[in-house]
């Protein structure tokens, strides 16, 4: 446990040591096509950079997820009157 509790510290220092030293580097994520559109893998690490159709699996999941907290936190408020 004593490794966890360094591990979030740890990687927000690598991520602004990035950022500071490369910032430009992933600005061309966007730009990045599939080598062969549909075809993907699920439940494995990948290789490199997300692609255009795994980003956009994720920005639906993403959606998915807000869409669905939200109507818990509305069900919530009208189950116990609260404003």
Same mark, same amino acid.
């Given at each position: 446990m004593d490794i966890q509790t360094h591990l979030f510290p740890a990687l927000a220092a690598l991520h602004n040591f990035i950022w500071k030293h490369n910032p430009n580097d992933l600005n061309d994520i966007?730009?990045? %096509?599939?080598?062969?559109?549909g075809m993907h893998a699920e439940g494995q690490l990948? %290789?490199?950079?997300? /692609?255009?159709?795994? /980003?956009q699996q994720a920005i639906s999941r993403q959606? %998915?997820?807000a869409q669905e907290m939200w109507l818990q936190y509305q069900n919530f408020h009208s189950v116990n009157n609260i404003e």
């Amino acid at each position: 446990m004593d490794i966890q509790t360094h591990l979030f510290p740890a990687l927000a220092a690598l991520h602004n040591f990035i950022w500071k030293h490369n910032p430009n580097d992933l600005n061309d994520i966007d730009d990045i %096509e599939d080598p062969q559109p549909g075809m993907h893998a699920e439940g494995q690490l990948a %290789e490199g950079v997300p /692609r255009v159709a795994e /980003r956009q699996q994720a920005i639906s999941r993403q959606s %998915e997820i807000a869409q669905e907290m939200w109507l818990q936190y509305q069900n919530f408020h009208s189950v116990n009157n609260i404003e």
